[in-house]
């Protein structure tokens, strides 16, 4: 079979199988594993601060979330805005363990990968909870669904004597084979943590959407009454890709208390939920490369709105606390003015460079 | 027993103005079926209007009422007309997700503005002893709020039963390909139904901060309890909304009243209309007044 090594025009593919190999060209297998090696890699070579690492451990997690956010809102074609309620789902299964059994207990130090998959699992069944309306629903209650599983979830943390009121509760340093991850190595170790889970589950997603399962969520966000006829259950692939997506977030959430070694509920609040929201738009509703590109783009425009906020805060004190004015405005017109002239996110932008590179000299 | 009727008196001050909140968010709903995720700002953003043209301009406060339902009424039309007059014929997701980034938005100016991090409150104008009755009281804030909330639903019905913007906004929220074809306006009416939802919000704002007080926090949070309320009422209906306000308002009360404080519970006014809500949409999703939509899934 003469392979097509550029897929410059048309459509070669003689079988559906071809059509859904995950690199169509071995140019885009050498330049992931490129990549890959390079994110691998990099830790080694150069020497960031902790403050960085930090930063980029967290682009790493909202990564994951967002995994499970573009699952649900791009491609089953549901807003969740309790997301972040989710992710809180996953850090506190975590922080009930470290509450029962103490926060050094060998179980959360010495098998924590376990962990975070309970937390995962966790995640789903509340995903699936909340998504039970969907079995006599259209997407449009959903919203408000979530948006009450966000504020019964913010109320549980705040008003429980167990989870200490929402104050922080602190999870032990872990046990890697070389023995305890100690604190100048805490976030370099993280970092490869994380990304080995990223990268796992940015294939599992995927691969997801080769299968049945995971077309059938196109399916029925696309057409419900069609998948219906198609034999697709629109209520019950409403509940999956729910339970999906709070799989995603309850690993995020898990991880999330790990890195920074306690759980409190300042991290899992409305405004949260938003911004992972605004992660999904930006970086492009329904595409995998999107959930990648949005949250970097969001959490760098983060830390520069904290650094403008800082900068004008020194000269105009009088009014009032300029960051926190400045984050929800800098994301709400984020969200809006791409809605508005870029829906399909920056993973488009990523597009177009592509062809134009692959057509080049030809404009189409 | 006379604590009952102190809660239920209670009760309907805060459920009609729930009601008078979530009146906004049903004309939104009806005429163009959007979920309008930023009431809650634009109710603060009425009371902050009314606030500050009585205290700052120096206006009576009735006349500042009146003027800060007007800009709101013209605030809301704005809005409807920059950000989502071009997403007519989007997916109703993207407008739903619009909603959410323009709540955002108003929150950052808001924050902004000194009303964000301060509390104030109104100067009292209306007597200061409570009328009481049967061992009951009644502030006269409270009173004339409620009075003012039953005006402001009388005149919605009554707008909507019989004049011809009203009886053409229930057109398009029936079928707007329909009301097209007799020569009705769409965009016009959905820029008409996103102002009268900021007047009645703008209204709702000024009574919630002549009884509550003005803090963000709580004039926001006015935006998302109008969910249960909706839900249970039935997402369409007026008479819903009213009829749920009350009854989640007399909930809540009841809830702060005998739970809080017994077996541990604290808070519960908070959480119970949410726990309401799950269960409604799982039992009944329409409410209790909505109309049954014979699509299902």
């Not at chain 1, 807003?79 to 470290?98: D, E, L, M, Q, R």
């Not at chain 1, 504020?151 to 989870?163: D, G, V």
Request: include cysteine; proline fraction near 3%; charge should be positive.
């Amino acid at each position: 079979m003469s392979e097509n090594r550029w897929l410059a025009t048309g459509n070669f593919f003689t079988s559906y199988k071809a059509e859904q190999r995950i690199f169509l060209t071995h140019v885009d297998r050498l330049i992931f594993v490129c990549f890959l090696a390079l994110l691998f890699a990099w830790p080694l070579v150069f020497q960031v601060s902790n403050k960085y690492m930090l930063v980029i451990d967290s682009i790493l997690i909202a990564i994951i979330a967002v995994y499970g956010l573009n699952l649900l809102t791009g491609f089953a074609g549901l807003i969740s805005i309790g997301h972040a309620a989710f992710v809180g789902v996953g850090a506190y299964s975590v922080a009930t363990f470290a509450r029962i059994l103490g926060g050094d207990h060998m179980l959360l130090t010495h098998y924590w990968p376990l962990m975070i998959i309970i937390a995962g699992c966790v995640g789903a069944v509340f995903g699936a909870i909340v998504g039970l309306p969907s079995l006599r629903l259209r997407h449009l209650y959903l919203v408000i669904a979530t948006l009450s599983f966000q504020m019964i979830f913010q109320w549980t943390i705040n008003f429980s004597r167990f989870y200490d009121q929402g104050q922080s509760i602190a999870i032990g340093r872990v046990f890697w084979f070389t023995g305890k991850v100690v604190r100048k190595q805490h976030y370099f170790f993280w970092y490869y943590v994380i990304l080995v889970f990223a990268v796992i589950l940015g294939f599992t997603v995927r691969n997801l959407l080769r299968t049945k399962q995971g077309r059938s969520l196109v399916a029925v966000r696309d057409n419900d009454r069609a998948a219906d006829a198609m034999g697709i259950h629109p209520g019950f692939t409403k509940v999956y890709a729910f339970a999906l997506s709070g799989f995603y977030a309850g690993v995020a959430g898990a991880l999330h208390a790990y890195l920074w070694r306690g759980v409190g509920f300042e991290s899992f609040t409305l405004h949260h939920s938003i911004s992972y929201l605004a992660m999904a738009i930006v970086g492009g509703l329904g595409t995998l490369v999107g959930s990648i590109v949005g949250p970097v783009a969001i959490l760098m425009l983060d830390l520069q709105v904290e650094n403008l906020a800082e900068f004008v805060g020194h000269y105009l004190t009088a009014i009032g606390d300029v960051a926190t004015a400045l984050r929800p405005l800098s994301f709400g017109l984020v969200i809006v003015l791409f809605l508005m002239f870029e829906p399909r996110g920056i993973a488009n932008w990523w597009r177009i460079i592509r062809t134009y590179f692959k057509l080049w000299p030809f404009r189409y | 027993m006379s604590y009952f009727f102190q809660l239920v008196i209670s009760g309907v001050v805060v459920g009609s103005i729930y009601a008078l909140s979530a009146l906004g968010f049903v004309l939104i709903y009806k005429s163009s079926r959007v979920l309008n995720l930023a009431h809650g700002q634009i109710i603060a953003a009425g009371a902050f209007i009314t606030y500050a043209l009585t205290v700052w301009v120096g206006i009576h406060i009735a006349a500042s009422f009146l003027m800060s339902m007007v800009i709101t009424f013209f605030l809301a039309m704005s809005v409807e007309r920059i950000f989502l007059r071009r997403l007519i014929g989007e997916p109703i997701i993207s407008v739903i997700m619009v909603t959410i980034g323009l709540m955002s938005i108003i929150d950052g100016i808001i924050y902004m503005t000194p009303f964000g991090a301060e509390n104030f409150s109104f100067p009292e104008v209306l007597p200061k002893v409570p009328i009481s009755f049967w061992g009951v009281s009644i502030s006269w804030t409270q009173f004339v709020g409620v009075v003012i909330t039953f005006i402001m639903i009388g005149a919605f019905t009554w707008f909507f039963k019989a004049s011809t913007v009203g009886i053409s906004m229930r057109a398009v929220s029936d079928d707007q390909f329909a009301s097209m074809s007799i020569g009705i306006s769409v965009p016009k009416v959905f820029g008409l139904a996103w102002a009268a939802a900021g007047l009645s919000a703008a209204a709702a704002g000024g009574i919630i901060g002549n009884i509550t007080g003005l803090n963000f926090d709580v004039l926001h949070s006015f935006g998302i309890i109008v969910f249960p309320v909706v839900i249970v009422g039935g997402l369409d209906s007026i008479f819903g909304a009213v009829v749920a306000g009350i009854i989640m308002g007399l909930i809540q009360q009841f809830a702060a009243g005998y739970l809080d404080g017994n077996w541990g519970l604290n808070g519960t006014a908070d959480v119970l209309p949410y726990i309401i809500l799950l269960i409604i949409l799982l039992i009944k999703p329409h409410g209790l007044f909505g109309i049954h939509e014979i699509e299902r899934v």
